[in-house]
């Protein structure tokens, strides 16, 4: 880590916006900007290619649909292949909009949580990255709206947390990690052959694992966690309902809706309007407090 370090600043990258702004771009090694760091937090994901992430003083390989969200004056490169271009694309977040976030969405989490969001890396799925790249193209167009960007880093962590940080510490290794990995979409829609899979033993003592750590049946736990991952989907995405029950592993869709209605007390209709509408009146409530208090300081 002796090489020169640049420091960019928040105008470099924010452009005069005061809370975010999305950037869709290409580089290849010769282009690399180097070892940076930055107050402002980055969340960056490649839609293509291949390199070395250096950040933290550690060094990884990364290729498409890698994710790694920056730590404030974390020095890091994310540097292509020889001969080839990375595709990206990036979230520059102010220092302020991110503290603000932790201190006022996240006051309920714990500290480890809070800590794990930035400074992460790691490999998405092909679906997990191309709903980053919906919901970057819609954020893209809200002109810099302080609403729009804790909402984007609202859904982001609830995936991150929800997929890929195990809930589960009193549970065997190997049951923990199946518990978490099982809720990744591409192993969620394959149900519980998959899980049975990634646990590597035998049905009935997974069941009887399940029962003693969960009080619940793997086919249980399979289901619950698809209808929790087709609740979040309606509540923050534009994919229509039968689209939905397929990517959450509902073959049938009559069959999905009956199982959604004794879940939530509501169709997937109607609970995706009453989540629209619950969003609607918050950005009111929050526009009209807005107005009235001093604006966050950046």
């Keep these: 880590m002796d090489k020169l370090v640049t420091e960019f600043s928040s105008d470099s990258h924010l452009q005069g916006n005061r809370y975010f ?7 290849d090694k010769s282009h690399s900007v180097g070892l940076h760091k930055h107050d ?3 969340i960056m994901w490649v839609r293509d290619g291949g390199g070395l992430l250096i950040a933290g003083g550690k060094a990884r390989k990364f290729s498409k649909n890698f994710l790694y969200i920056s730590r404030p004056n974390e020095v890091h ?31 309920e989490e714990d500290d480890a949580s809070k800590e794990q969001f930035t400074g ?13 790249d919906r919901a970057a193209s819609e954020l893209a167009w809200q002109n810099d709206s302080l609403v729009a960007i804790l909402r984007f880093l609202t859904n982001l962590y609830w995936q991150l947390k929800n997929v890929f940080v195990s809930a589960f ?46 009080n619940s049946t793997p086919t249980e736990f399979v289901n619950d966690a698809r209808l929790r991952y087709a609740a979040w989907l309606l509540s923050t995405s534009s994919y229509p309902t039968s689209e939905i029950s ?35 009146q918050s950005d009111i409530n929050y526009s009209y407090k807005m107005r009235n208090i001093k604006k966050v300081k950046i």
């Design 21 to 27: 702004r999305v950037v869709h771009g290409k580089t």
């Design 246 to 280: 397929e990517i959450c592993g509902f073959s049938d869709l009559p069959y999905f809706c009956r199982k959604f209605k004794e879940k939530y007390e509501s169709t997937p209709t109607q609970f995706r309007k009453n989540a629209h509408n619950a969003a609607e």
């Design 77 to 107: 490169v994310l540097e292509a292949e020889k001969n080839t271009q990375m595709y990206f694309t990036y979230v520059a977040v102010a220092r302020g909009v991110m503290d603000k976030f932790v201190a006022e969405v996240l006051a």
């Design 169 to 214: 510490p009193e549970m065997p290794d190997w049951l923990s990690a199946a518990c978490r990995r099982i809720r990744n979409p591409e192993n969620l829609a394959l149900g519980l052959p998959k899980f049975r899979e990634i646990c590597g033993k035998d049905m009935s003592y997974i069941n009887r694992a399940m029962r003693k750590y969960m």
């Design 120 to 132: 992460t890396s790691l490999k998405l799925s092909p679906f997990e990255a191309s709903y980053l």
């Design 40 to 42: 402002f937090i980055e």
